[in-house]
C-alpha cells in the first residue's frame, strides 16, 4: 500500500524522544516539512518529568566515546552522517573520563531549540491515539508509548506487540555524599577522574547484598508480565543470581586502587555526574524496583552514601517494542504499508545512540521517498548497518529480544591472531572506511 505524496507534504513525526528528533533533523536538513506529535506536557509517561523534547530518561551517559568501543564506533559514525542528537550531546558534554554524558538539561533544551529554529518545523504538543493514514508517518514513541496508541499499532500490525521491563537507577545530591569515604578515579585512569567511587570491603558487600534480597519489592500489576532486558537488570535481581554477581558486575573493582589504602577493593559502587554542576550524581548500574523506602535503607548502607539525599529515585516501567525482523524493511518502512516507518527503541534497539541511530536511518528513508530515490543500507561491517541488520533478519518471535551495539553483532574479520583490542581498533577502521565510502557512493556528502 501507498499514496501519492509529494516533496511538499510535511511528514508526520509522532513522538519527540531521541528518535523522532532525530529523523526530524535529517527531514528538514534536506528541505523536508516536518509535523511533530510530542503528548508532553498534556501526558507524561511514568518515566518523563520534563517537558522538553528529548528527554533522558534514564542515565545521562550516552556511553564510550572512544571508537575501540561498539558504542563510540556508533556515535562517531552518527556525527559522520550528520547527528542532531550527537552534536547536540558533543556540546553539552560534561565531563565523564572516557564515555559521553551531558547535562540533561541543557542537552534537551538545546535540541528542542535547534529544531524549533527551522523554518519547515511544527510541533503541536497532543497526544496521538490513531496513526495518521493521509501522510508519509514515523512512529518513534519509544519504549514507553501510550496505552491507546500501542493498542492502535498492535491492530495495524495484525500481531500482539512484544514488550518487557526497565529500571532506572538512583540519583544522589553531591552535598549528602561523604567525600572522605569516596574516592574519584575511573576505571584504569582512562580520561579525567569524574566517578566518585564508594570502596566496600567484603562483608560490607555481603551485608548489602543480604538486605537487597531482603527488602520490599513494589510488586507488578495483575496485567504484567516480569520481563527484563539483560543488559538493565535491577540490582536486587543480579543479587539473587549469585553470590559475586555483582561483585563481577556493575560492582566490579577493576581497574581501581583505593588511594587511602593502596589497593583494589572488594567492590566498590560507581557514582557518575548527572550534570555539569557536579551537584548530582547517578548510581551507576543501580537501577532497581525496591520500594522507595527500602531503597534509602539499603542504599544507606554503603560507604559514603550513609546519609545520602536523593533527588530521584530507582523506579520501573513498561518498554513497548515490535517485532521488527517480520514487520520492517531495511528502511524501518512497514512491510505491509510503506508509508509508516518505526524509529527508535520500539524498534527493538536499546540505549539512547542506537536509539537515534534508528531515527537517522528512518528520516533519511523517508526524505529519499519524498524525493523518489532509495539507498542500500550502510555495510554491515558498520554499527549503523549492524543494528540495520539485527533488526531486519528474520528470526522467530521467541529469539528476537531487544541489542545494544556490540562488535558481536558486525561482520566477522578475516581469521587471524590479534589480541582484543587490536581487533575492537581494526573492526572501527574497517568500518568507518566503509561508511565513508558508503556516503560517498550514496552522494550523501
Known amino acids: 500500500m501507498s499514496l501519492e505524496i509529494t516533496k511538499n507534504e510535511p511528514v508526520t513525526i509522532v513522538g519527540g524522544g531521541l528518535a523522532g528528533c532525530e529523523a526530524a533533523w535529517q527531514l528538514l536538513r534536506r528541505g523536508h516539512r516536518v509535523r511533530m506529535y510530542e503528548m508532553k506536557p498534556q501526558k507524561y509517561s511514568p518515566a518523563h518529568n520534563n517537558e522538553h523534547l528529548a528527554e533522558l530518561v534514564c542515565s545521562n551517559s550516552l556511553k564510550s566515546n572512544s571508537i575501540d568501543n561498539a558504542s563510540g564506533l556508533l556515535k562517531e559514525e552518527m556525527r559522520r552522517l550528520g547527528s542532531l542528537i550527537i552534536s547536540t550531546a558533543d556540546e553539552t558534554s560534561i565531563p565523564a573520563g572516557a564515555a559521553l554524558a551531558v547535562d540533561r538539561g541543557r542537552f534537551a533544551a538545546h535540541v528542542e531549540a535547534r529544531l524549533k ?82 570502596p566496600l570491603e567484603k562483608n560490607q ?15 507488578l500489576k495483575s496485567f504484567e508480565e516480569e520481563r ?28 581501581l586502587i583505593d588511594p587511602k589504602k593502596g589497593k583494589k577493593p572488594y567492590a566498590v559502587v560507581q557514582l557518575r555526574p548527572e550534570n555539569s554542576a557536579g551537584t548530582l550524581f547517578n548510581m551507576v548500574g543501580f537501577q532497581t524496583k525496591l520500594k522507595w523506602s527500602e531503597q534509602k535503607r539499603v542504599f544507606r548502607l554503603i560507604p559514603g552514601l550513609e546519609k545520602a539525599e536523593f533527588s530521584r529515585m530507582g523506579s520501573i516501567h513498561r518498554n513497548t517494542y515490535i517485532h521488527a525482523p517480520l514487520l520492517l524493511l531495511p528502511t524501518l518502512q512497514l512491510k505491509t504499508n510503506r508509508n509508516i516507518f518505526f524509529a527508535g527503541q520500539i524498534t527493538g534497539v536499546e540505549g539512547y545512540a542506537e536509539s537515534a541511530a534508528m531515527g537517522l536511518w528512518a528520516g533519511l528513508n523517508a526524505a529519499l521517498a519524498l524525493e523518489g530515490k532509495e539507498i542500500a543500507p550502510p555495510p554491515a561491517c558498520t554499527a549503523v548497518g549492524a543494528l540495520l541488520n539485527y533488526l531486519t533478519t528474520p528470526v522467530t518471535a521467541d529469539s528476537f529480544q531487544p541489542m545494544n551495539i556490540s562488535f558481536g553483532l558486525l561482520n566477522n574479520l578475516p581469521h587471524k591472531k590479534t589480541g582484543k583490542k587490536e581487533r575492537k581498533v581494526i573492526y572501527a577502521q574497517r568500518a568507518l572506511q566503509a561508511l565513508d565510502e558508503w556516503i560517498r557512493s550514496c552522494n550523501l556528502c
Do not use: W
Not at 497526544?127 to 495495524?156: F, K
Not at 549528602?176 to 566518585?196: C, E, H, Q
Not at 558487600?205 to 510488586?219: C, F, G, P, V, W
Not at 527484563?228 to 566490579?252: D, H, N, Q
Open 205 to 219: 558487600y555481603d551485608a548489602i547484598r543480604h538486605e537487597l534480597l531482603a527488602a520490599q519489592k513494589i510488586s
Open 228 to 255: 527484563y532486558f539483560e543488559a538493565c537488570l535491577p540490582i536486587e535481581v543480579l543479587a539473587s543470581r549469585g553470590e559475586k554477581t555483582l561483585a563481577f558486575g556493575p560492582m566490579k573493582p577493576v581497574g
Open 117 to 198: 529554529k527551522q523554518i519547515n518545523f511544527s510541533l503541536t504538543r497532543l497526544e496521538i491515539s490513531n496513526i495518521p493514514d493521509d501522510t508519509l508517518t514515523i512512529i518513534a514513541t519509544g519504549p514507553l508509548t501510550s496505552d491507546s496508541l500501542a493498542q492502535n499499532i498492535a491492530r495495524l500490525l495484525g500481531a500482539q506487540y512484544l514488550f518487557f521491563y526497565d529500571a532506572i537507577a538512583p540519583i544522589v545530591e553531591a552535598h549528602s555524599i561523604d567525600m572522605d569515604k569516596v574516592f574519584r578515579a575511573s576505571r584504569y585512569d582512562k580520561g579525567t577522574p569524574d566517578y566518585l567511587n564508594c
